[in-house]
């Protein structure tokens, strides 16, 4: 297995941008200029960062960026991207998949408000998880904080799942 993976940036993390520092302290080198399938819009966070949103009616190429990024280093760069972004799949113009950063209203659409809320707080929870996959050895204060979230997060869907059920 690969120690590595390819992302696909645009906006503040490209080269010479505001974020771009977060790449390289990620440990990322930069692979090659490269654009997306033409199924993409771009809105805007703030006024300050563009986000991709992949679209079922008429797109367009959006031109970005490939960089290698060390697997531990992933976390490190989602966990500094403004809120509303987050990673997932990117089809680019040859019709290969590499994660990208995306706008995360993209993920509410397919998942429904309720799961998309579930998906945010779980997070730190998948950082955790990249961590110890990747050997990281947890003390147990540290188990058991990751264990109250994950039984909080759990009970709290499961109530909210029933009152929406009932009438």
């Not at 058991?144 to 029933?162: D, E, P, T, W």
Request: aromatic fraction near 6%.
């Amino acid at each position: 297995m690969s120690d590595t993976t390819l992302l696909a940036v645009n906006g503040t993390l490209m080269r010479g941008l505001e974020l771009n520092p977060n790449m390289l302290a990620a440990g990322a080198s930069f692979v090659r200029e490269d654009q997306t399938a033409a199924c993409y819009r771009i809105w805007s966070i703030g006024d300050r960062h563009p986000a991709m949103q992949r679209t079922t009616a008429a797109g367009a190429h959006v031109a970005l960026e490939l960089w290698s990024v060390p697997l531990t280093g992933l976390a490190a760069i989602l966990q500094h991207e403004p809120p509303g972004l987050a990673i997932g799949k990117v089809l680019l113009q040859d019709g290969s998949v590499v994660l990208g950063v995306l706008g995360f209203n993209n993920g509410v659409k397919h998942l429904g408000a309720l799961n998309a809320m579930l998906m945010l707080n779980l997070i730190p929870i998948i950082v955790f998880s990249i961590e110890a996959w990747l050997g990281r050895s947890f003390a147990a204060i540290e188990i058991g904080g990751a264990a109250i979230v994950i039984g909080a997060l759990a009970a709290n869907n499961l109530y909210l799942r029933g009152s929406q059920s009932r009438p």
